[in-house]
């Protein structure tokens, strides 16, 4: 009898045990605890070392070419930039000093661009010397220079040295070391691209646009967006705290609807058409002096709209004339152009006001598809076919490879990112198709440009040295 009185007693104890485990586990397992998170509002906490890596990121060079055995070719990778790659396998690096701006010839010129042995990183826009050196390098450079623009880094893998060329104006300064440091990074970051799409680069007008050869694949995406409305900016822009602010009145304009405060100092009008969204301060400060803070107040400003995926953002152009800042989506190395600025957004400081235009429709998670690849002509082709339709050269300011924000047919939460060409005329972007079959009219693109481009060889004869 007592003998059965204790299994008993141990049965009891056992089970109690095993409740309470069992209790403890449901209630503190992750998936219970990610639920939990997502039932209230949680704080979301940046550390600034995230910030100031993003911030680098960000401002990076659009794209890489490595040039080999008289090749060049763009490099990149689906899961994450080269340029990346790069910047911090040589942040310990130290400039000591950059020489004076030297002008080249279009012969000696032409000799640093198809550089044997070379790897090339360019901005599509002009970038500044102090932006460039602060975003870099862990140590700022030990003789300063006089801030100064440039598009274009080159490394010499054969000689170990460097150099910044502007290429709207054909200049060059060499990059002194502060001691000697392994290229081994840069190698190394070339080894890990995943793709390589061959090219040359021609001159169209100030620019070196790159001319793809042959037929070749790119890589399409599909992805779930991640639709903001306009609460979410109200609360973003026009408020300083969590909540959105009780004082915004809301009037419909035609086809926008306007959002303002009571002071009637911001306004947020959302076009109910598109997702279009354009945001202004009437009563901010002058914009900065400096290139270097002007490219910082934007980035801070884009940062304020809290877009997903930020991670893919990049700068893409500063346009001094009318002070707008251009930030695009790089998406596998290309870039994404819509008119409707999906997955970009663009900051414009003036002497009293400050704007930004953006998208409510964004990225959020690529998504697996059947289609891999688009088989994509030749650049030449594609500028021929233009030609064809009666767009004259002299129109033509720049011929890109880039993804389309193109809306999925079915169902308008996703969206494909289609390869192909944008030709830039009078700084209007236009999908080269759209142009072909006729959806865009070219009446009216044809006018005085500067514009031209050299299919000429390039010139490697003139007795120029870049190894010194």
């Known amino acids: 009898m007592k003998f059965r009185d204790i299994v008993l007693r141990l049965f009891l104890i056992a089970a109690v045990v095993i409740s309470l485990v069992c209790t403890w586990y449901i209630w503190f397992n992750p998936a219970h605890l990610d639920r939990k998170t997502t039932t209230g509002s949680t704080a979301v906490k940046t550390s600034k070392t995230t910030t100031a890596e993003h911030e680098k990121n960000v401002f990076e060079p659009l794209n890489v070419y490595y040039q080999q055995n008289g090749s060049k070719s763009l490099v990149a990778r689906s899961d994450g930039r080269v340029a990346t790659r790069i910047r911090r396998g040589i942040a310990s690096w130290r400039i000591n000093s950059v020489g004076a701006s030297r002008k080249l010839s279009l012969e000696n010129y032409d000799k640093i661009l198809t550089l044997d042995d070379s790897v090339q990183m360019t901005y599509w826009g002009e970038m500044n010397w102090r932006t460039f050196d602060q975003m870099y390098f862990k140590k700022a450079a030990i003789k300063q220079p006089k801030d100064f623009k440039f598009n274009r880094i080159v490394f010499n893998l054969r000689t170990q040295k460097m150099l910044l060329v502007n290429d709207a104006t054909r200049t060059m300064r060499r990059v002194k070391l502060h001691k000697k440091y392994a290229f081994t990074p840069i190698t190394g970051a070339i080894s890990k691209a995943k793709s390589s799409y061959p090219l040359v680069e021609k001159r169209i007008g100030t620019r070196e646009v790159a001319f793809y050869d042959g037929s070749f694949a790119v890589k399409q995406y599909t992805y779930i967006l991640d639709k903001q409305g306009a609460n979410h900016y109200i609360n973003a822009l026009m408020s300083g705290g969590n ?165 999925d047919s079915d169902s308008n939460q996703v969206v494909d990112l289609v390869p192909t060409y944008f030709v830039q005329v009078n700084d209007e972007y236009y999908n080269y198709q759209d142009i072909i079959d006729g959806s865009v009219s070219t009446a009216g693109m044809n006018t005085k440009s500067d514009a031209s481009v050299n299919t000429e060889t390039t010139g490697t004869n003139a007795e120029f040295s870049v190894n010194n």
């Open 243 to 407: 909540n959105a602010p009780s004082s915004v009145d809301a009037k419909q304009l035609g086809n926008q609807t306007v959002y303002t405060m009571n002071d009637n100092n911001q306004r947020l009008a959302v076009d109910r058409n598109d997702s279009m969204m354009e945001y202004e301060n009437f009563a901010t400060d002058g914009p900065a002096k400096t290139t270097t803070k002007v490219l910082s107040a934007a980035y801070s400003d884009m940062t304020r709209l809290n877009i997903k995926e930020m991670r893919g953002m990049s700068y893409y152009n500063y346009d001094q004339t009318d002070g707008s800042v251009m930030f695009r989506m790089v998406v596998n190395g290309l870039p994404i152009i819509s008119d409707l600025l999906s997955g970009s957004v663009e900051v414009t400081h003036t002497n009293a006001s400050k704007r930004i235009a953006f998208s409510g429709d964004n990225l959020s998670v690529a998504i697996p598809t059947s289609t891999t690849t688009v088989k994509m002509p030749s650049s030449q082709t594609v500028l021929n076919e233009l030609l064809a339709k009666g767009i004259k050269m002299s129109s033509i300011t720049d011929l890109q490879l880039a993804y389309a924000w193109t809306k």
